[in-house]
């Protein structure tokens, strides 16, 4: 079993900037990809980003590239979302998820991800 406990977050500006951030417990947290989706209101989870347990690969979303980058701490089990350039459309719950391997590449659907975060509400005003 894994635990994941988001923070952060909150309300910005367009073109402001956000960290979410996420603490992992319960499994070896190097055996873990992490990742960060999110679920704007009247439409599906989406992926947004994730991360290999080395730190050496990433992913993103096309809508999130440039802007936001994900990071993880693995002597702190921890993983982080920076958002920067902060969009309108970026309003959701952003959810942290981990995904239970330690090879090959970062997978993007939901269904790969077996354990998942509370969700952290990211709003950006005009």
């Known amino acids: 079993q894994v635990q994941l406990v988001q923070s952060g977050g909150g309300q910005a500006q367009a073109g402001g900037s956000l960290r979410v951030s996420c603490a992992a417990s319960?499994?070896?947290?190097?055996?873990?990809?992490m990742g960060w989706f999110r679920q704007a209101p009247g439409k599906e989870r989406e992926f947004v980003a994730a991360v290999s347990w080395s730190n050496d690969i990433t992913q993103y979303a096309e809508s999130v590239k440039g802007r936001f980058t994900i990071s993880r701490d693995n002597d702190k089990n921890m993983v982080y979302l920076d958002m920067n350039t902060l969009k309108v459309d970026d309003t959701a719950v952003y959810y942290c998820a981990a995904d239970h391997r330690i090879a090959g590449p970062i997978r993007t659907d939901i269904q790969s991800y077996e354990w998942w975060g509370q969700g952290t509400q990211v709003t950006v005003s005009p």
């Open positions: 319960g499994r070896t947290f190097i055996n873990l990809y």
